[in-house]
Each structure stands twice: as structure tokens, then as C-alpha cells.
């Protein structure tokens, strides 16, 4: 059976999990994130199959997610690494370690701790905010159509706004 495809959705989130919504593809820039650089640390810390692997490594260039580089310590010998599109990928991966630690660590424990390395104190959990720095729950947005927006997303938009809004 064939993956749906999402890049022709006018929806974002759609077409953000078109390019990273494969699991192995998020595990890979934590990796990057995590240090690793090279093919066989990638393999290694995720138990992942050389053919899987490769794949992915290669999408997540083509995505300009992910570039190699050469690495200096072994000739001929290249390291991946995550562009600035890929860097951008921090925070949803933070937001969804919180999203883990308070539903899914094992007996309420979370295995890691985020901490400014500055000050050592933990960082605070991801939180949309108004300008101010309010914190705002779902119900406290108001959706409206950006400048790509069809008449279907308009309609979505404002249906969505109805229900949710009041």
C-alpha cells in the first residue's frame, strides 16, 4: 500500500509531515542534535538498517534538512549535519520531548532534562504565547486566512472559528 502524499494540502502541518513526518526522518535531526555526525553513529544509536538509513539521509538532503560534509579526522569519509531549515526543526522536536515527558516517560520519570547552560536551571515548557507573553490555549486563537489561502481554507477557517470561538 502507498503512503498518502500531502504536498498538494493547503495546510501546513500537512505539508511540513510531507517532509519529516516519517519517523526515522525526526529521529535523525534528534541524532544530529544529539552530536552524531556520521553514518555509523546514526546506524548504531537507532538501530536503524543501512538501506532505511540511506534513504532518509538522502531525502533529508534533498529537503536541505541535512548536508554532508567532509569530515576531517577520516579522508575520504563524509559527516551529516543539519542546515539552518533543519536547526529550525529544535523547538517542534523540544515541543514534542515535553509532549513525551508528561504522557509517555515511564512511571511519570522523563530520561533527559533540558537546562540553559548558562544558568542551570530547567528550561520552561514550549507555550504559544500572545505578543505579550500571555500564554494562549487552542480556544483562545482566532484562525485567519493567510495571503495562500483558497476559498475552501476561508471557508475552513471561518467554520473552524465558529465552532471554536463561539
Known amino acids: ?11 501546513s502541518v500537512a505539508r511540513s509531515l510531507e517532509e519529516v513526518g516519517e519517523w526515522w526522518s525526526l529521529l ?10 556520521r553514518f555509523d ?8 538498517a543501512r538501506n532505511v538509513l540511506t534513504t532518509r539521509l538522502e531525502r533529508l538532503q534533498e529537503l536541505e534538512i541535512l548536508e554532508r560534509f567532509p569530515l576531517e579526522e577520516r ?33 511519570g520519570k522523563p530520561p533527559i532534562k533540558l537546562v540553559d547552560n548558562s544558568s542551570g536551571q530547567p528550561i520552561e515548557p514550549l507555550v504559544v504565547r500572545a505578543k505579550g507573553g500571555r500564554n494562549l ?30
Open 41 to 48: 553513529e546514526f546506524q548504531s544509536n537507532l538501530g536503524i
Open 1 to 11: 500500500m502507498e503512503r498518502k502524499r500531502f504536498v498538494d494540502m493547503e495546510c
Open 75 to 107: 579522508a575520504n569519509t563524509f559527516g551529516y549535519r543539519l542546515t539552518p531549515k533543519g536547526l529550525e526543526l529544535y523547538p517542534v522536536l523540544v515541543a514534542l520531548m515535553q509532549w513525551g515527558d508528561k504522557w509517555t516517560a515511564p512511571s
Open 28 to 37: 535523525i535531526v534528534r541524532e544530529c542534535l544529539l552530536g552524531s555526525t
Open 137 to 166: 490555549a487552542y480556544n483562545q486563537v482566532r484562525y485567519e486566512p493567510g495571503p495562500g489561502a483558497s476559498a475552501a481554507t476561508r471557508e475552513l477557517v471561518k467554520r473552524r472559528n465558529e465552532r471554536v470561538l463561539g
